[in-house]
């Protein structure tokens, strides 16, 4: 019996070195979809939270028009608080969108706010950070568009003839 137990003893580390490899692969996407999950999330929450910000910024007059280099500084400094130095790297453009006309006060116009994210995440697993990365692949960079839309925010006077 101990002859043929003796020329097996390296069975199991080559069994090993060959399932160990795609099991560490496996764990790395699921933990790289964690961290990609998480990114997301919290690229949606600041795209609405800027378009929030924008909405309510927008227009200083009772029915007049939205200024977009007020929205922008405001949405800015939003953004340097909440991601601090890595602030740089995240892009937003901002778009303001007549949606239609208030039926009883013609000169107002409805309008939506829309605030486009583009928020890069760094990969942090090795095998699955190349697969899942945005092009160009070596980087392992992948990037998060996310977008929302608000209303602005609008008061009327009481001279505001209907």
Do not use: C
């Not at 764990?27 to 939270?49: D, P």
Request: charged share 25%.
């Amino acid at each position: 019996m101990k002859l043929f137990r003796r020329g097996r003893g390296g069975q199991v580390t080559v069994e090993l070195m060959l399932i160990l490899p795609v099991f560490m692969l496996m764990i790395f996407f699921i933990l790289e979809y964690g961290n990609i999950a998480y990114h997301t999330l919290l690229a949606n929450h600041a795209s609405y939270e800027f378009a929030r910000i924008g909405a309510m910024v927008a227009v200083k007059e009772p029915s007049g028009q939205p200024n977009n280099w007020t929205v922008q500084q405001k949405i800015n400094q939003a953004k340097r608080r909440v991601f601090g130095a890595a602030g740089d790297r995240i892009k937003i453009s901002i778009k303001m969108e007549t949606t239609g006309r208030d039926p009883l006060y013609s000169p107002h116009r409805h309008q939506d706010i829309v605030v486009e994210v583009k928020y890069p995440v760094k990969l942090i697993f090795p095998g699955s950070s190349y697969i899942l990365a945005s092009k160009p692949r070596k980087d392992g960079i992948r990037i998060i568009e996310t977008e929302a839309r608000m209303p602005v925010e609008k008061m009327y006077l009481s001279t505001d003839k209907q």
